[in-house]
Structures are given as C-alpha cells and as structure tokens.
C-alpha cells in the first residue's frame, strides 16, 4: 500500500512536472519569438536611421543601391554636435597648392608605366546613373548586412585591436588579434597627412569572416585605449559587404575602435561634399596578373585653419571632411602614418588562412604581379607634400605576407606588399 500511496503520489508529481515543463517550452518558444521580433524592431530602426530619405536612387550592377541623398541630410548631421554645423563646401588649403579644389588636377604630368591603363578607374554604379548637385551618394544598407554582423551595435565597426603595432612590446598581441599586416610607416614626427597611389585588386577570401584590404592610417596618440585612427583605402570584406567585390572605404576613430566611430558613412562623423563617389562602393576596374593594372591615389590632409582632416580620391574628387572634435590627438596632428595590406586570419593554433593580401603574390615578382603602393607622401607642418623620412617596414610573418620598399623617380618612395597566406612556408 504504502508503496503504490507512494508511486501514485509520484505519478502526480510527474504529471506537475511536465505541465510546468510543457508550461515551460511555451513561455520559451514565446520568449524567443518576442526576441526574434525584439531584433527585428531594432534592426529596422537602425536601417531607419542609417538610410536616409532619398531625393534619386541608383541600382548598381552589383546589387548594390546607392541613394542620392540631400547633401543636409546625411548621417554625419545626426551628431549633436553638427547640429549647427555650417558646412564646409572647400578646404581653405590643399597640400599640392590648389585652391581651385573644383579643378583639382596634378601639377606633375601623369606616370606613364607599361601596360598601365589611361582610362580613369571609376566605380560600378556610374554604369547606371548620377547624382543630381546638392546631393551626395550613399550606399543603401541592407537588413541582411546588418544581420550578418555579431550584433546591431558592431555593424559597420572594426573589432578591437585591429591596428598594427610595429616593434610592438608584446608581439603575442598582434597574434592573437588574427589580424595580419604588411606595411610601411614613418613616426617620430608631427605629420599633417599622408597621399599614396593605391594598386587596385581583388584578393581571394577564404573565408566569410575574413577580410582583406589596402589603406592608409593616420594616427595620433599611443598604441592605447584612446588611439586615434584615420583610415582610407580599398577592401574586399563579405562580412561588411556580402560579396567579394573591392570597395573604396574610410574608417575612423578616437578611442581605439571601442565606442567611436566606423566604416565609410554608418556613424554619424564623416561629411561628405561630393556628389560623385560613393564610400563603400564597388571600385571598377581592378588589376589583373600580367596584365592591366589599375591604382587610385588618395590624400588625406589637415586644413590648418580649421583643423578638419580632409580626403581626395583620385586627382578630381574631394570627398569631405573630418571635423577635427571628433579627435583628441589628431586635432593637433598624427604622430605615426602606415601605409599598407592586413588580413584577418581565422584559423586557429597559429595555422594560416589563404586569403590573400594585395595581389596574393610576393613582392619579389614586381610589377604586373604583386601590388604596390607608389608615390608614398606626407604632408609636413607647413602643408607641403614630402618623401617620407625614415621609412619603415613591418609584417609578422614574411613567409604568409611580405613588404619590400624602394624608391626611383617615376614612383619617387614605394613598396610592393602582400601574399597568398598559407603556403608551403607558412602553414
Ligand atoms: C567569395 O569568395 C569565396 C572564396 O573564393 C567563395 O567561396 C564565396 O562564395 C564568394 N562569395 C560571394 C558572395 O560571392
Ligand atoms: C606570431 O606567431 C608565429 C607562430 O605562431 C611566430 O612565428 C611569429 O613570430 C609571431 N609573430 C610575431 C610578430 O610575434
């Protein structure tokens, strides 16, 4: 008796629990339903404050849209503090000494290199249309180029730690990061901007959370949590993109990628002037081995008068401006300039990935084959444009990815970068 008392009483305890345990599945499958939603809300919000009403919208060949946007209404002008900001439509000087920024064009006759193309390297959407005057283009985010990112917050942000650190004190750092680097730079100065002419490809991507780029830095304060950082360049990244196509990009921040700033125009920061190129937008042509090869120059500068950060694309195209109270360091000038390729490397236990840096070939095969950066230049206190002073070279592994400088008189300071990653030598 006691026994079936006892089961029976077990028996009714079994039937509570699978109620609550039914009660349970429930209120989780609701649970996670509301959150699904809740992510959706703010995804649509966020799409809501990045895209802003369009006056025309382009459809690029590569899927992309890029909105025409009132030249009032982009994102930089969401910040409190450009509120009242009167824009700047010129900078007050320009490194090269033209004031006319509405006919910019180099003073120095164009390069003439073997094999090198004439045609004017442009981006994929021109295909298909412009933008009407007063309005700058912007390229439309997708729900899905947010979804792909770890988390609202970090979508259209570099993960921590992604600079690179020459003779860094702790080499374990730059390691552990994934990231991998083959660059120039120049530090022990004050410098006011930088310029390089930028060999075009379109590095393979192992994998999705990979990526592979080409830019500039300009940086100010310490290799600390308050590291400022401007950045220019192109970049092949399906994580930002959702494809492999090379893009133009920007990056910038004041605090060592944590809270400040982002890629291209997905913060409020950077503003735009021009109603031409598109930040993160497919670029077109890009070079081919042992055959066209295609560059794009890019000058950053700080107009001295008021202390905006500056950046041209090509000789024609003055895109916009920093305004200098986005920095802390670098409202005064930037005490370091890299120049080169990093990579991020996924792989695990110090194996390497095959992603590709630059070209994917080794500096050694030269032009036509590996990738260059030519013209390298900084722009000194007085505002002029100047060969760089002690030029140094960096990488982790030169068996994975390699850096090679020289200089001649055609291509005044350069270096060929990059490699294939994973190889024989680099495992
Ligand atoms: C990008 O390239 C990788 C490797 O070459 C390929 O596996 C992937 O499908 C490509 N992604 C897109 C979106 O084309
Ligand atoms: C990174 O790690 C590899 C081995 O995994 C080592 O050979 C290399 O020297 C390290 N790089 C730096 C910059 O310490």
């Given at each position: 008796?006691?026994?079936?008392?006892?089961?029976?009483?077990?028996?009714?305890?079994?039937?509570?629990?699978?109620?609550?345990?039914?009660?349970?599945?429930?209120?989780?499958?609701?649970?996670?339903r509301?959150?699904?939603?809740?992510?959706?809300?703010?995804?649509?919000?966020?799409?809501?404050?990045l895209?802003?009403?369009?006056?025309?919208?382009?459809?690029s060949?590569?899927?992309?849209?890029?909105?025409?946007?009132?030249?009032?209404?982009?994102?930089?002008?969401?910040?409190?503090?450009?509120?009242?900001?009167?824009?700047?439509?010129?900078?007050?000087?320009?490194?090269?000494?033209?004031f006319?920024?509405?006919k910019?064009?180099?003073e120095?006759?164009?390069?003439?290199?073997?094999?090198?193309?004439?045609?004017?390297?442009?981006?994929?959407?021109?295909?298909?249309?412009?933008?009407?005057e007063?309005?700058?283009?912007?390229?439309r985010?997708?729900?899905?180029?947010?979804?792909?990112?770890?988390?609202?917050?970090?979508?259209?942000?570099?993960?921590?730690?992604?600079?690179?650190?020459?003779?860094?004190?702790?080499?374990?750092?730059?390691?552990?990061?994934?990231?991998?680097?083959?660059?120039?730079?120049?530090?022990?100065?004050?410098?006011?901007?930088?310029?390089?002419?930028?060999?075009?490809?379109?590095?393979?991507?192992q994998?999705?959370?990979?990526?592979?780029?080409?830019?500039?830095?300009?940086?100010?304060?310490?290799?600390?949590?308050?590291?400022?950082?401007?950045?220019?360049?192109w970049?092949?990244?399906?994580?930002?993109?959702?494809?492999?196509?090379?893009?133009?990009?920007?990056?910038?921040?004041?605090?060592?990628?944590?809270?400040?700033?982002?890629?291209?125009?997905?913060?409020?920061?950077?503003?735009?002037?021009?109603?031409?190129?598109?930040?993160?937008?497919?670029?077109?042509?890009?070079?081919?081995?042992?055959?066209?090869?295609?560059?794009?120059?890019?000058?950053?500068?700080?107009?001295?008068?008021e202390?905006?950060?500056?950046?041209?694309?090509?000789?024609?195209?003055?895109l916009?401006?920093?305004?200098?109270?986005?920095?802390?360091?670098?409202?005064?000038?930037?005490?370091?300039?890299e120049?080169?390729?990093?990579?991020?490397?996924?792989?695990?236990?110090?194996?390497?990935?095959?992603?590709?840096?630059?070209s994917?070939?080794?500096?050694e095969?030269?032009?036509?084959k590996?990738?260059?950066?030519?013209?390298?230049?900084?722009?000194?206190?007085?505002?002029?444009?100047?060969?760089?002073?002690?030029?140094?070279?960096?990488t982790?592994?030169?068996?994975?990815?390699?850096?090679?400088t020289?200089s001649?008189?055609?291509?005044?300071?350069?270096?060929?970068?990059?490699?294939?990653?994973?190889?024989?030598?680099?495992?």
């Amino acid at each position: 008796m006691g026994d079936v008392h006892f089961s029976r009483g077990r028996a009714r305890r079994g039937a509570v629990l699978v109620f609550f345990w039914i009660l349970g599945l429930i209120s989780l499958s609701c649970a996670a339903r509301l959150s699904v939603e809740k992510q959706k809300l703010q995804v649509q919000k966020h799409l809501n404050r990045l895209n802003k009403p369009a006056v025309k919208t382009i459809e690029s060949p590569d899927g992309d849209f890029i909105d025409c946007v009132h030249i009032s209404h982009q994102p930089a002008f969401d910040h409190p503090y450009l509120k009242d900001h009167n824009i700047q439509m010129r900078p007050n000087y320009h490194p090269e000494g033209l004031f006319d920024v509405n006919k910019v064009s180099d003073e120095k006759p164009p390069i003439k290199q073997p094999k090198e193309h004439s045609a004017p390297i442009k981006q994929l959407w021109h295909m298909n249309g412009k933008c009407p005057e007063g309005t700058i283009p912007i390229r439309r985010t997708k729900e899905e180029d947010v979804l792909r990112a770890s988390s609202v917050k970090r979508y259209g942000r570099k993960k921590h730690r992604a600079i690179p650190k020459p003779r860094s004190a702790d080499p374990d750092l730059v390691n552990e990061s994934g990231h991998q680097h083959a660059i120039a730079y120049v530090e022990g100065d004050k410098y006011y901007g930088a310029k390089a002419t930028i060999n075009v490809w379109e590095p393979r991507i192992q994998q999705p959370n990979e990526f592979s780029l080409s830019q500039l830095w300009i940086l100010g304060g310490s290799f600390g949590e308050d590291l400022n950082s401007i950045e220019a360049g192109w970049q092949v990244s399906p994580d930002l993109y959702g494809d492999n196509n090379t893009r133009l990009f920007t990056y910038w921040t004041s605090d060592a990628y944590q809270a400040t700033g982002c890629y291209n125009l997905l913060c409020s920061g950077f503003i735009q002037i021009n109603s031409e190129i598109a930040m993160g937008a497919s670029i077109s042509p890009v070079s081919a081995y042992r055959n066209s090869q295609y560059d794009i120059s890019i000058l950053v500068w700080k107009d001295p008068k008021e202390g905006h950060w500056w950046m041209q694309f090509g000789n024609d195209y003055v895109l916009g401006y920093w305004p200098s109270f986005l920095f802390s360091y670098l409202a005064d000038s930037a005490s370091m300039i890299e120049w080169g390729g990093e990579v991020v490397n996924s792989e695990p236990d110090g194996h390497h990935t095959s992603t590709q840096m630059g070209s994917g070939h080794f500096p050694e095969e030269g032009f036509g084959k590996s990738s260059y950066f030519r013209n390298i230049q900084v722009v000194d206190e007085s505002n002029n444009l100047k060969a760089p002073k002690g030029l140094g070279t960096f990488t982790e592994q030169s068996n994975c990815y390699d850096v090679q400088t020289g200089s001649n008189g055609d291509w005044g300071h350069y270096f060929y970068y990059g490699g294939p990653g994973k190889n024989p030598n680099c495992p």
